[in-house]
């Protein structure tokens, strides 16, 4: 196998990652294990993580799985139309296993599970029907889509994350351990910081979708407000709120210098990329560059509560 074969296969690879929703899952499993980590909540199970992922990947992949013959120029349908049969095997199974997994958690932990108060099954139930929402619910012969409206659609998102990966850590490790869910102001500031974080990459992906935004009439920030200003007016104001609310974190803690340091590189890669979205970008760009945010977010923040 020659050179180019070598590259040409690696980049199909490396492009299926993204495509699949694969690297999504992967982003959960790890921003899920600094949330932990910041919180000072041992780790959870093998079982819990691989839940993370498959519900993460089941997500995101639900709007692709449908059959479409229609030409379009967006490369990430295109994909799914070529490898259909795959993908609709790898939800069915994907689903199959969600619901057998999340029965046996039932049984297994049913009465703790009735015993608890109101707000953790509150906190149990209002991320999930966020992210329902954001697809669209139908009522009264109409849908509903938080989605269509656009300068909501990246807090919902960045709600949504925000509460998988540092809410559901907590309340799980609470209820197989049979202790009652308490709120904490440091896990409040960290939803905070996690929930700016991933609505400012959000509003940063709707650049890719400027043109078909604009037609479909959805008002998004950039639709609005325009590429620089959403850079500006947006997207580093937003920042700098996500990373005060760690400093408060990281001041009640009494973080050391270098500890402060790792977890603030994230916040400058942000800043970095959303400067170069001023150019016109690929589809796998934002995938990898602009969502891998969110991975270099947990990788630093991981090795800062870790080893300092």
Known sequence: MNAEKVITKFYRLFESLFFSNYFYGICAVALSVEASLQQHVPINSLFYFVMIFLITVLYYAYPYIRRTLIPTDNPRTNWYTQHYQFMRWNQIIITIAVAVVASLFCRRFGEILLDMPPVPW?????????????????????????????????????????????????????????????????????FVKNFMFISVLCIMFDIKDYTADYIARLKTFVVNMGLSRTIFYIVLPLSVLGLVSFALYAETHEFNRVKLLLNVVPFLLLIIVAWSLRKRR?????????????????????IAMKYF
């Open 282 to 302: 690929s589809l796998l760009y934002y995938l990898c560059i602009v969502d891998g945010l969110m991975l270099a977010k947990a990788v630093f923040g991981s």
């Open 122 to 190: 509150l906190l149990i139930f209002v991320f999930p029907l966020t992210a329902s929402l954001y697809y669209g619910a139908n009522f009264l012969y109409r849908t509903y889509s938080l989605r269509k409206i656009g300068w909501l659609k990246p807090f919902v998102i960045g709600f949504t994350w925000a509460g998988l990966v540092t809410v559901y850590p907590v309340l799980f490790h609470d209820i197989i351990n049979q202790l009652t869910y308490e709120f904490r102001w440091a896990g409040v500031l960290l």
